[in-house]
Every structure is written in structure tokens, then in C-alpha cells.
């Protein structure tokens, strides 16, 4: 296993914000869940993930995420 200081970050074009990977993530799942035929409450899952996008957004400004 590499020693910390081996591990080269990758470059910065290739990084994706950790709230857009997340905002990302959640569409997928909004999307199948929409689709299924389990029971869905659409306005709590939207209200959940913008409460955690800002969140993740605001940590990022602070450069912690």
C-alpha cells in the first residue's frame, strides 16, 4: 500500500464537487423511485436533498468537503 505522500491527487479539471456527485446520485434515485410502484412522498425527498445539498455546498465553500 502507498505511503500518503506517494498518492499524487488527481488533476483539478477531473474533480467533481462532492454536492454535484451527490445532486447527481439523488436524481438517479428520484428518477427509479418515480418509476417504480413503491410509494413515494416526492415533496419530503426533495426538501431532504436540498437540506443536504446546502449542507454539502456550504462545507465545500469552507473547503471540507
Known sequence: ????SEIKPLPPA???PVS???QG???AVFER???SE???DEEA???AMELALARLRALEEEGRA
Open 1 to 4: 500500500m502507498p505511503l500518503e
Open 14 to 16: 477531473t474533480h467533481q
Open 20 to 22: 454535484e456527485a451527490f
Open 25 to 27: 446520485y439523488c436524481e
Open 33 to 35: 423511485r418515480r418509476n
Open 38 to 40: 413503491e410509494e413515494f
Open 45 to 47: 425527498y426533495r426538501e
